[in-house]
């Protein structure tokens, strides 16, 4: 017989939805087999159980194909008949095996599908000539020490033939009182005998004789031959039983096999009972071996490789006390290798292997028809009539907790997410656990449950020691609060790890510099660095820039400071806070909101945005240089924001000429100018009072005579940003109402009064166009309430930084490159759009990239990259805006560099 080898198909690996929401073991019916997520696995056991049969039949070719006739000395006729189902908890082994069990039921052989898998080639099926009696899975992880596997073995053949006499209407229904089966019971009180006989340690009880023990005690290590007398007796009667075998005609139609089935093999480590010896793995795969390896039957054990090793060399340890650990794993390797054959291991697919070709790779099916429908808007706006559709098991997990929670994670990462379940238990415990019911849903009940669900199966399950006593603390504390501390705890840890570094002598050590270098794309400034190892007095502002990019660095062992937190602890914060921000987003907790964003959501990671900016410096005639995307200003601000303004200088020139048609032309052109510069500061203090953006204008004669306008903020601290403007647009009247003030005092000075000052600021102010965007899409101009998702878009800027820019660029590129980084962000948005929109319901797909590109900050500064189309009246006005705000920008970026390269050495980042 040979095996047709075109049987085995090469679909991708499906599992329906309906048995992903099913507790327990996952069982396919026969239907199921070339659908099946395991199908693969199917096949390879069917050309396996074809392979064991041929070799049986090659032992008995000399006889009959029935096993009358087997050899008396089973020790000499072993066949490798154990087909060996491996794999990690959770992998499906289990569900794999028992799924095939039932394949093999004489009930079940006569399916298309069951022929189709084990069918050979030759012109005929295998079935043909064989058929299989499997007894029911022996669970090998709960026997008890006082429990021997051969006796439940007999047990459940002993119940099966049982079973067959006591079927109304079987055809064994009148084999009761024949002398065939009286002799096959009595064969069953023998082995039995013989199996309790060699487990019996005790004493000899009163008048006992000695020599009929050892008499029993002989015949008992004949086990497998009797043992196997036994199971050609059992097959005959369940052939005769089963009608495959035709009186007065031999040989028989179809050869039976006994099908047993031991799962969790690796887990049989009773504990023993006082004064008897220890049993486990060792033990069970000896007795497997010496009793089970004969012809006529078929041997299935599902476990995991490693564990079995494992406690394989603990017993071998304990038996021979090895010193020498090679040596215990040479014994292991040599004794499992005996055993169970190599050729003969289905090993469970690791579905999150990346290697595997995108057709081997876990697919949800999700029918119109089923019962669990987790995207039901879906088939309302199908047009083409699908039945069902397809998704991947990452995809199904993140629009399944979007559609049901509203929470979106990132969706576009390389690497292996963290509600990314992969393994087909855990994925199928997680989907039950946070599986909503209709009445869960009418209560809101879901964020108590992904929340209750984070904070303790995360925390149980996921950390260990330390950690998990840590981040259960965290949890208690309001999340405001929380961030507090877990930055501060990052900090500490970190600035401890960097006093204890060695080799520094003032320098990096060569490695140190390298990592940098590796880390970041560039070899960063020593001096600097030097300086943020001391920098415990100027980190005096908090911020969720800060919390990101610090959670950023607490798992990376850089620059000789050690890590602070497992991968796992950093997830776990990182899915915190991707539950919470959400709900207090959904609920409009601006006030909290505002307390966990505080003064940046990019914090010191905006820095490594943007190449290094070169500014001459001309007093000394040198050129310095640094990076500059955030910045905490702390004393004397009003220093670096004295900004010659070209356009104030007209402004002022036409107030003197009276042409009051070119003024308002300007001013209209001044007032979003001044008031998108100012939306790239935070936190503006004044003698350590929060104060407003106090703008001034001053005169100022240069040397050659000329006067030059300046525009100057008059706080003395601030906190500067390429990404405020998400801070100041969360709360667009707050920050109006700091600004106004001061804005329609410089206006009155160019205008006749006051009231036309404030009517000016009121129409050309960006407040209007802020209003709109707010009512239309709320007020998150980038995500940031999706902590995970912002965090990620955030590290991948950092390490996208060398593929987009060059390493310096002059202050004049520095708006430029800004853009280009608003722009990445975009893309970086519509990337998360574009994955979630198929799937999810009208009213839940996110509008992450329009919602950005919306916000007047963008839609003025990137003027011109922008996909929408505007009037060109309007793209007239906004570029010369942005002119202004160039106007502004670039000599405060150049003084900045200049003022702190000459004062203050070395620029210190946010």
């Not at 669900?453 to 995360?458: A, D, E, M, V």
């Not at 500064?861 to 505007?870: A, I, Q």
């Amino acid at each position: 017989m040979e095996k047709n080898g075109g049987s085995v198909q090469s679909a991708e690996r499906v599992l329906k939805i309906d048995k992903l929401f099913t507790e327990g073991v996952i069982l396919d019916s026969t239907d199921e087999i070339e659908q099946s997520l395991m199908c693969r696995e199917y096949h390879q056991a069917g050309e396996m159980v074809y392979q064991i049969v041929k070799r049986n039949e090659q032992l008995h070719s000399c006889g009959s194909p029935g096993w009358e006739r087997a050899p008396k000395n089973a020790e000499t006729e072993k066949v490798e008949n154990i087909i060996s189902f491996v794999g990690e908890r959770g992998m499906g082994k289990t569900s794999v095996m028992r799924s095939f069990i039932e394949f093999l039921t004489y009930e079940n052989t006569g399916r298309e599908s069951v022929k189709s898998l084990l069918k050979t080639g030759g012109g005929r099926d295998l079935l043909d000539s064989v058929y299989f009696v499997p007894l029911r899975c022996i669970d090998a992880s709960v026997l008890k020490s006082s429990e021997d596997v051969m006796e439940i073995i007999l047990a459940r053949m002993y119940r099966y033939v049982r079973e067959l006499i006591e079927e109304p209407g079987g055809q064994g229904a009148g084999m009761a009182d024949r002398e065939e089966t009286r002799a096959l019971f009595r064969q069953f009180e023998q082995v039995y005998q013989a199996v309790m006989t060699l487990n019996e340690k005790s004493a000899f009880e009163p008048g006992e004789s000695a020599l009929l023990r050892l008499q029993s005690l002989n015949s008992s290590f004949s086990l497998a031959d009797s043992f196997r007398a036994l199971v050609e007796s059992f097959l005959k009667f369940t052939a005769e039983s089963r009608g495959c075998f035709h009186r007065g005609c031999n040989p028989y139609t179809r050869t039976p096999y006994l099908v047993i089935a031991l799962d969790d093999v690796d887990r049989y480590m009773p504990d023993p009972m006082k004064g008897e010896p220890r049993k486990g793995v060792y033990t069970l795969l000896g007795q497997i071996d010496e009793y089970l390896k004969i012809p006529g039957v078929l041997v299935l054990m599902a476990y995991d490789d490693a564990l079995l090793k494992i406690n394989c060399r603990t017993y071998i340890k304990e038996k021979y006390q090895f010193n020498d650990e090679d040596a215990e794993n040479n014994q292991v390797d040599q004794y499992l290798t005996k055993i169970i054959s190599a050729r003969q291991k289905i090993y469970m697919p690791n579905l999150a292997w990346k290697d595997r070709m995108t057709q081997n790779r876990l697919q949800i099916e999700i029918e119109k028809a089923s019962r669990n429908q987790p995207f039901p808007e879906v088939w309302e706006g199908s047009k083409n009539g699908e039945e069902s559709f397809r998704l991947p098991a990452k995809d199904f997990t993140l629009c399944y907790l979007a559609e049901q929670y509203g929470c979106f994670f990132d969706a576009v990462g390389q690497k292996k997410h963290f509600f990314e379940e992969q393994n087909l238990r855990r994925l199928t415990d997680l989907v039950l656990a946070l599986q909503l019911t209709d009445e869960e849903k009418k209560e809101d009940h879901g964020y108590s449950k992904l929340i209750s669900y984070i904070y303790n199966h995360f925390r149980s399950a996921v950390l260990t020691g330390q950690e998990a006593a840590l981040f259960g603390e965290w949890m208690e504390k309001w999340v405001d609060r929380r961030s507090y501390d877990i930055i501060n705890y990052i900090r500490s840890q970190r600035a401890e790890s960097g006093k204890t570094r060695e080799n520094r002598n003032g320098k990096k050590s060569l490695d140190e510099r390298i990592s940098d270098f590796v880390s970041s794309g560039r070899e960063k400034d020593e001096s600097s660095d030097e300086k943020k190892e001391e920098r415990t007095e100027t980190d005096w502002r908090y911020s969720y820039g800060g919390l990101l990019y610090n959670l950023y660095q607490s798992t990376r062992v850089e620059g000789g400071k050690k890590r602070v937190f497992s991968k796992k602890m950093a997830q776990c914060i990182l899915a915190s806070y991707s539950v919470v921000l959400p709900h207090l987003a959904e609920n409009d907790e601006v006030d909290l909101l505002k307390k966990v964003m505080g003064s940046s959501i990019a914090g010191r990671w905006a820095n490594s945005f943007l190449p290094r900016v070169v500014a001459q410096d001309r007093s000394e005639n040198r050129l310095v240089s640094a990076q500059i995307g955030a910045y905490d200003f702390k004393k004397a601000l009003a220093a670096y924001v004295h900004i010659p303004c070209a356009s104030a200088g007209k402004i002022e020139m036409l107030h003197q000429n009276h042409k009051k048609t070119e003024l308002i032309t300007e001013i209209s052109y001044l007032i979003p100018a001044i008031e998108l510069f100012s939306m790239f500061f935070t936190r503006l203090q004044k003698g350590n009072h929060d104060c407003g953006y106090d703008w001034e204008l001053k005169i100022k004669r240069e040397e050659k005579g000329k006067d030059v306008c300046i525009l100057a903020m008059t706080a003395d601290s601030a906190c500067f940003n390429i990404f405020n403007f998400v801070v100041n647009s969360f709360d667009p009247d707050c920050f109006f109402s700091q600004i106004h003030p001061s804005l329609r005092a410089l206006i009155g000075r160019w205008t006749e009064g006051i009231g036309e000052a404030e009517k000016m600021v009121s129409n050309f102010s960006l407040k209007n166009e802020y209003k709109k965007w707010q009512k239309a899409y709320g007020r998150f101009a980038m995500p940031f309430q999706h902590f995970d998702m912002l965090y990620n878009i955030m590290k991948r800027q950092q390490n996208n930084l060398e593929n987009r820019f060059e390493r310096e660029i002059e202050v004049k590129g520095f708006l430029n490159q800004c853009v280009e980084v608003y722009m990445n962000i975009s893309e970086a948005l519509k990337e998360q759009d574009d994955f979630y929109k198929e799937y999810l319901s009208d009213g839940i797909k996110p509008k992450f990239q329009e919602i950005y590109e919306a916000c007047p900050f963008i839609k003025c500064v990137c003027d011109g990259r922008l996909k929408g189309k505007r009037v060109k009246a309007e793209r007239g006005r906004m570029k010369n805006v942005r002119n202004v705000l160039e106007d502004l920008l670039l000599p405060f970026i150049a003084n900045f560099i200049i003022t702190e390269k000459t004062r203050r050495g070395p620029l210190e980042p946010l």
